[in-house]
């Protein structure tokens, strides 16, 4: 699996752990049966490339970034917007 629109199991895995999402609630995005996303993520699966990127796609649409190379893993894109209460910030007035 070379380039840079293919994601590996692992990726997929992580990614739908950084988003809280199910093998069924990605499957769903996709239109695919839960039962493909859990083959492909084990490894036992080889679905055909469309598929990977239509997964692949769905995790991105939802801020996703995926890293290549040396880094080869995922991350969550930065939206700008409010990051909300850092922990040392808390009070009992904003601590809701």
Known sequence: MAGLNIMSPAQSRAARG???WSEADLAAKVGLAEQDVRAF????GDPPSGQIEALRSSLMAAGIV???GNEN??????TGGDEGTRLGSLTTENDH
């Open 18 to 20: 950084m988003l809280g």
């Open 41 to 44: 993520e084990s490894g036992a």
């Open 66 to 68: 995926f890293r290549e």
């Open 73 to 78: 893993g995922v991350g969550l894109r930065q």
